[in-house]
Every structure is written in C-alpha cells, then in structure tokens.
C-alpha cells in the first residue's frame, strides 16, 4: 500500500502562485510516476503532470510554462510548483502515485483545494 498526503491548495488571485506538495509513504518501492490531477465541478478528472522515478515530466498543453512538477526524492515527495494562475485552473488537486506493471496498483491522494479568483 502506498499513503499519499497532499498539501498547499488554498486561495489565490489571478497571476499569482502556490505550491502543492504530496508526500508518500508506505511501498515506496512500487512507484514508477507521481503526478497531479485535478476535477473541476461537473467535469472529469485531467491529467495536469507527471514525473517518473527517473525524473521524465510530462504536462497539460493548458498548464505548459506556468507549472512546474519536481521532486525529492529523499524526502518521497512530489511538489507542483503553480505560477500565473488562473481562474480557470480553479478545482480541487489530486496527487497521484501509479506504481510499475507487476504491482498494478494507482493511488490517490485525498485532494486539495485550488481556488483562483479576485
């Protein structure tokens, strides 16, 4: 089992930043990636980044150049760094860990709230 625990979500204006963290803990030795998603309301659940164990990061088109996934490995923790934030980028964040084939396992985190406005 891995246990992941999100934090950092909360209240910003348009243009400005926050930072997500996500630390796992358990059967660390399962994970392949860890990655952000978020759901808006009404809508489903879009990837946002990802970034492997050997550190390849992959994002949305819609948050290219503003967000910024890393991590640290000796703390098992993955942040996601937010700037020039939008209304539109407004949902609640949920830290992923996808684990390699032979476990077969994802887990989700307990998610965050993101919320943008004036």
């Known amino acids: 089992q891995v246990q992941l625990v999100e934090s950092g979500g909360g209240w910003v204006q348009p243009g400005g930043s926050l930072r997500l963290s996500c630390a796992a803990s358990?059967?660390?030795?399962?994970?392949?990636?860890m990655g952000w998603y978020r759901q808006a309301p009404g809508k489903q659940r879009d990837l946002v980044a990802t970034?492997?164990?050997?550190?390849?990061?992959n994002y949305a088109d819609s948050v290219k150049g503003r967000f910024t996934i890393s991590r640290d490995s000796a703390k098992n923790t993955v942040y996601l760094q937010m700037n020039s934030l939008k209304p539109e980028d407004t949902a609640v964040y949920y830290c992923?860990?996808?684990?390699?084939?032979?476990?077969?396992?994802?887990?989700w985190g307990q998610g965050t709230q993101v919320t943008v406005s004036s």
């Open positions: 358990g059967s660390i030795f399962s994970i392949n990636a």
């Open positions: 992923n860990a996808d684990t390699f084939p032979r476990y077969g396992r994802i887990y």
């Open positions: 970034i492997t164990i050997r550190g390849s990061t």
